[in-house]
């Protein structure tokens, strides 16, 4: 639980009763968010619907249902991917996936291959980089800036998806390794200017104006990251371009659906994605590490230590 900004505690909290829609599921790992969950950390998030401290946070959580409720549309013993988690009472739920238990109604909880097992709490990035690239209309990215978990997701899909391998920008040395199937370059290297779809996830709102710069005529730029800042562009430009900008939300259903068939599948690789492992009584140390160090692509929280 955040108790306040950059204030960690583990305590126990009482979950509301289930009802016949939902199952009791206990989760065996949770992944920590360096976008959105920074921003909880740090008490930079905007005040959505249902912002405030106390909070659980996590949205990338995978467990076994214990109990289904009748009428749920589970069973006992699944695997599922649980998306968060809002069970909590007076504490905010937001998102809630952090918690060795939760209740969530049965139609949240996405059963899994056993095969993907960790893995599978990589399913809500993966979903949020296929909604920025499949809506209807845009091209797959040709270029992608940033290349952490998020960055080499979308490199990933954009070739599972039968598009051609982007280049990447990457400035941190320490990141620019790992590319399976695409190029990773400094963008100070990069001299074209013809890119057709550029996918944004560095979360820098000073880049737009090199990004516009970057444009083939009639190319779009996708902001998927999450931006704590005012962006801002200069507009001729992006006039004599014709350029587009579109954000990226929150994935949908359909999303999920996809990148789960994909991983399963086999043709979405997620292997080397998970590079840092902590049991949940180290969550303090493992929240830093996931916000601090460079090295780390995606913090996962092991929920099977005695509480």
């Not at 921003?39 to 106390?54: A, E, N, S, V």
């Not at 699944?78 to 905010?92: E, I, K, M, N, S």
């Not at 960790?118 to 209807?136: C, K, S, Y």
Request: glycine residues 10%; hydrophobic residues 45%.
């Amino acid at each position: 639980m955040f108790e306040q900004p950059e204030r960690l505690a583990l305590t126990r909290l009482e979950l509301a009763a289930p009802t016949d829609a939902d199952v009791i599921v206990d989760i065996q790992w949770s992944g920590i968010s360096t976008g959105t969950e920074r921003l909880l950390w740090t008490g930079k998030m905007p005040m959505f619907p249902g912002m405030g401290y106390p909070l659980v946070p996590g949205y990338e959580s995978v467990g076994r249902i214990r109990e289904a409720g009748s009428q749920s549309g589970s069973k006992a013993g699944d695997l599922v991917f649980v998306p968060g988690a809002r069970c909590y009472g007076h504490v905010h739920g937001l998102f809630g996936g952090a918690a060795s238990t939760v209740v969530v109604p049965g139609a949240k909880a996405l059963v899994v291959d056993e095969a993907l097992g960790e893995q599978a709490t990589l399913l809500a990035l993966a979903a949020t980089g296929h909604h920025a690239i499949v809506a209807p209309g845009s091209a797959l990215p040709d270029l992608i800036v940033g290349h952490g978990v998020l960055g080499r997701l979308l490199a990933r899909l954009t070739v599972a998806l039968g598009g051609a391998a982007p280049t990447v920008w990457e400035t941190n040395p320490e990141r620019a390794e790992g590319a399976i199937g695409y190029t990773v370059i400094d963008p100070a290297s990069d001299p074209r200017r013809d890119y057709r779809s550029i996918c944004d996830v560095s979360g820098d709102s000073r880049l737009l104006d090199t990004l516009i710069s970057k444009l083939a005529p009639g190319g779009e730029i996708v902001l998927a990251g999450f931006y704590s800042e005012p962006l801002s562009f200069a507009f001729p430009p992006a006039f004599m371009r014709e350029a587009r900008i579109r954000v990226a939300a929150q994935w949908h259903e359909r999303d999920l659906l996809a990148t789960k068939h994909l991983a399963e599948s086999g043709a979405l690789n997620l292997d080397g994605l998970i590079t840092h492992r902590r049991p949940v009584t180290d969550a303090d140390n493992a929240y830093r590490t996931a916000f601090g160090d460079p090295a780390c692509l995606k913090m996962i929280l092991d929920w099977s230590t005695p509480q």
